[in-house]
């Protein structure tokens, strides 16, 4: 039975070690599978984009660059050919994929290989739960410390997701957080010390943080609503229902006298007919002399 330190949340460490799950912890390392884990996680990582030229994708070198006899020179056809300074590369890399498979089966047994090496060399310590409310890397910095790993490279598997702790170690180059699930056997051997979560190896999953006391948060609410209270006036009683109708009724009689009222005064006042001018007499006709 391979056994652990243990830790308290604070980083404290107990009295008592912890008993590692025979079932994974068996101590055999199997050193060509791992190999094999390692060479096929680096091939999946390549991305397979590099390219070189070759003669027929170099610019220029179209014409032949002196003519076949009588130079006393090598002949030559191109001066893009390979021998040539500028000219095109043989057998250069060109794009492809690198994915390499390996059996599901082989990649566990690497994966185990990995943790048993860790757990031998003392190099694997195991925690109680990781404790952040909120994501803090100072917090994390300290509970480092406390373990005596900072500096080294760390890999902290989790039970779970666990938010707050991964943005508190994304600002630590040495440091990689991830599900003790999604942990491969490169990432078990990239780091130098292996802080794993208790509730990861006995399967019962860390109870959430209790929240702050109910106390705190509660009483300032009531002090607000409170004052609230006083400083608005009372509301008055509701009449019964004659009382509002007779109210409205009165209501609607001034504001439709006073309607009326507006109405009357906007209208122009009545003028009265214009006295006729008596009308001019004509004069009488002149007698004529002749007439007389």
């Known amino acids: ?32 599978v791992l190999h094999q884990a390692v060479k096929v996680f680096l091939n999946n990582q390549r ?7 070759t003669r027929s994708f170099v610019s220029g070198g179209n014409q032949k660059p002196w003519k076949q006899k009588g130079t006393g020179r090598a002949r030559q056809g191109s001066t893009r050919a390979p021998h040539w300074r500028g000219g095109g590369i043989v057998f250069g890399p060109s794009p492809r994929d690198y994915r390499t498979d390996i059996p599901r089966k082989v990649k566990q047994l690497a994966r185990k290989s990995a943790l048993n090496a860790r757990a031998r060399e003392g190099a694997l310590h195991v925690v109680e739960r990781f404790a952040f409310r909120a994501p803090k890397t100072a917090q994390l910095a300290q509970l480092l410390a406390t373990l005596g790993v900072a500096g080294r490279k760390v890999l902290l598997l989790t039970a779970g997701q666990n938010d707050n702790l991964y943005l508190s170690g994304r600002n630590i180059p040495a440091v990689d957080v991830m599900p003790y699930p999604q942990a491969a056997a490169y990432d078990i051997l990239w780091s130098e010390a292996v802080v794993v979560e208790e509730g990861a190896l006995t399967g019962v999953m860390p109870e959430p943080l209790a929240d702050e006391p109910e106390e705190a948060t509660v009483a300032k ?3 607000r609503s409170a004052s609230r209270s006083a400083a608005k006036p009372p509301k008055k009683a509701s ?54």
């Open 1 to 32: 039975m391979i056994e652990a330190p243990h830790y308290s949340a604070a980083g404290a460490r107990r009295d008592a070690t912890f008993a590692l799950p025979e079932e994974y912890f068996d101590g055999t390392v199997n050193e060509p």
């Open 47 to 53: 991305q397979g984009t590099h390219q070189t030229k």
């Open 221 to 223: 609410p009531a002090k």
């Open 239 to 292: 009449t019964k229902p004659a009382v509002r109708a007779a109210e409205k009724a009165a209501k609607s009689a001034k504001k439709a006298a006073k309607s009326a009222k507006k109405a009357s005064a906007k209208k122009p006042a009545a003028k009265k007919p214009a006295a006729r001018k008596p009308a001019a007499k004509k004069p009488a006709p002149k007698k004529k002399k002749g007439s007389e």
